[in-house]
């Protein structure tokens, strides 16, 4: 069953979404090598908790953390672990809160100092996407139109694999509501959206091919053949004429510069040059 959101109930969500980009703005501030992911899940926990929300994800169908923490091949899903992050790792934090007895999520990945170009490229493909499909997030288009856009541009225009087996959702009350939105799809099918409608349009999005599989812990998604994965998702408004995100990625985006020019030093340092004897 699809649930209609008044315009109250949207004003109570954008505050859940925009926990959750706070939250990943202070993930942002901290990101470098050595960290380990697991310290980032305690730091969102404690975020979270401080200001009032409750993690959505944490006991959801026994998953045992406050983030989904995905290491370059893994899609999504990933447990924070006691793995310290590496340059040139990507990570994929993925964030629900539950405020006011709504639910926002939403997912972001970051590049860990000095990432290969074309892996920078599908970051920045796959977070376009989003866009893509919260553009047809509008009333009397229908979920197809959506699936159609972000496939279109990540597969057909980039040549990247998009996963199947996990999809978008309807969110509100519930982490997971009606309707599914995959990233895949046919325009003018399935479901068609009216205003009040709130969905997570959150593609997954992988270098080579789109096959993915779960492995033994029945949690992680890694890619089959290894390379890497990103995940954007914004929780998305359903309005006439356009869709509206009520998660932001901006602050995260500024953190994220704030820290890659702190970093730069270390990273940017000149060589000394080298005298070549002969
Ligand atoms: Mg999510
Ligand atoms: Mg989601």
Known sequence: MIH?????EIEV???????????????????????????????????????????SFKGYNGFPFTLCISINDVVVHGFPSAYELKDGDIISVDCGV?????????????AIGDVRPEVLKLLRVTKESVYKGVAQACENNRVGDISFAVEQYTNREHGYGVVRELVGHGIGKQLHEDPQVPNYGKRGDGKKLREGMVLAIEPMINLGTREVHTEK?????????????????????????????????VPIEAAERQNTELNSSHYGE?????????
């Open 4 to 8: 209609i959101k008044s315009k109250d």
């Open 13 to 55: 969500m954008r505050k859940s979404a925009l926990m959750v980009s706070a939250t990943h703005t202070e993930i942002a501030k901290i990101l470098k090598p050595g960290i380990t992911t697991l310290s980032i899940d305690k730091l969102a926990e404690t975020f979270i908790r401080d200001n009032g929300g409750v993690p």
């Open 98 to 110: 539950y405020m006011n007895k709504f639910h926002g999520d939403s997912a972001y990945t970051f």
């Open 217 to 249: 812990d029945g949690w992680t998604v890694r890619t089959n053949d290894n390379k890497p994965s990103a995940h954007f998702e914004h929780t998305t408004w359903v309005r006439k004429g356009k869709g509206e995100t009520l998660s932001s990625f």
């Open 270 to 278: 000149p060589q000394p040059t080298v005298a070549v004897a002969g």
